[in-house]
C-alpha cells in the first residue's frame, strides 16, 4: 500500500514557476514508476509527465515539454513536478500517481493517487 500527500500547488501569474512536491509512504516507493496528471475543470484527466523507477527516464505530454521537469528522490519517498513558463491552460488539479511498473501515460496503470493541489494561472 501507497499513500500520496501532494503540496507546492497556488496561484501563479503566467509566466511564473511553482514545484509541486509528492510524499510517498510505503516502503516500495522506489519500485513503482511515478507520474503526475492533471485535470481542468469539465475535462477530462490527462498525462502530464512520468518517471521510471529504473534509470529514472522521463516522458512528459507535449503540452509541458521543455517547460515541466519530473524528478525523484527515493531517499526521501517523494516525487517532484517543477513547473516553469506556466500558461493559463495549465490551470488544473494536479494529481500524483503511484504503483504503475513502467512510465505510463494511461492513468489506469497507476493503483495510488494523492487528493489533488490546485494549482491556478492567472493572467
Known amino acids: 500500500q501507497v499513500q500520496l500527500v501532494e503540496s507546492g500547488g497556488g496561484l501563479v501569474q503566467a509566466g511564473g514557476s511553482l514545484r509541486l512536491s509528492c510524499a510517498a509512504s510505503g516502503r516500495t516507493f522506489g519500485s513503482y514508476a511515478m507520474g503526475w496528471f492533471r485535470q481542468a475543470p469539465g475535462k477530462e484527466r490527462e498525462f502530464v509527465a512520468a518517471i521510471s523507477w529504473i534509470g529514472f527516464r522521463t516522458y512528459y505530454a507535449d503540452s509541458v515539454r521543455g517547460r515541466f521537469t519530473i524528478s525523484r528522490d527515493n531517499a526521501k519517498n517523494t516525487v517532484y513536478l517543477q513547473m516553469n513558463s506556466l500558461k493559463l491552460e495549465d490551470t488544473a488539479v494536479y494529481y500524483c500517481?503511484?504503483?504503475?511498473?513502467?512510465?505510463?501515460?494511461?492513468?489506469?496503470?497507476?493503483?495510488?493517487w494523492g487528493q489533488g493541489t490546485q494549482v491556478t494561472v492567472s493572467s
Open positions: 500517481a503511484s504503483g504503475a511498473s513502467f512510465a505510463a501515460t494511461d492513468p489506469s496503470e497507476y493503483n495510488y
